[in-house]
C-alpha cells in the first residue's frame, strides 16, 4: 500500500488543495488525514474523516482548511483558504487501510509534501 500526495506553492491568503490518493492491494480504508510539521517542531494533527464523514480538524486550521474524500477512488482532499506563513510546513497524509492479505487496519504515512506559503 503507498499513500502519494502533491502539494505547492503559493502566497499568503491563497488557497492550494492537496490530495492524497492510496494505491496497492487495498481491501478497505478507515480513517484518512493530513498532519503536518512545520521546521524545529512535532509532527501536528491538521484534519482527519471517518469512513462515515465524520470530520476532526485542529484549531489553527478549523475554519479556512476543509477535509473531503472519495471512497471510490482511495483519495483524500484538503482544500487549504487563506494560507498564511505559519502553515508552511511539510504535509503528510495518513489511511488506517485493510490491506488484502492482513488481518486488521493498519496505518500508512505519505512521504510527505512541501507547502510553502510566502508572505
Known amino acids: 500500500v503507498q499513500l502519494q500526495a502533491s502539494g505547492g506553492l503559493v502566497q499568503a491568503g491563497g488557497s492550494l488543495r492537496l490530495s492524497c490518493v492510496a494505491s496497492?492491494?487495498?481491501?478497505?480504508?478507515?480513517?484518512m488525514g493530513w498532519y503536518r510539521q512545520a521546521p524545529g517542531k512535532q509532527r501536528e494533527l491538521v484534519a482527519t474523516i471517518g469512513r462515515s464523514g465524520r470530520l476532526n480538524y485542529a484549531d489553527s486550521v478549523r475554519d479556512r482548511f476543509i477535509i473531503s474524500r472519495d471512497n471510490a477512488k482511495n483519495t483524500v482532499y484538503l482544500q487549504m483558504n487563506s494560507l498564511k506563513p505559519e502553515d508552511t510546513a511539510i504535509y503528510y497524509c495518513?489511511?488506517?487501510?485493510?490491506?488484502?492479505?492482513?488481518?486488521?487496519?493498519?496505518?500508512?504515512w505519505g512521504k510527505g509534501t512541501q507547502v510553502t506559503v510566502s508572505s
Open positions: 495518513n489511511a488506517a487501510v485493510w490491506a488484502t492479505g492482513s488481518e486488521c487496519y493498519m496505518d500508512y
Open positions: 496497492g492491494n487495498i481491501r478497505s480504508i478507515n480513517g
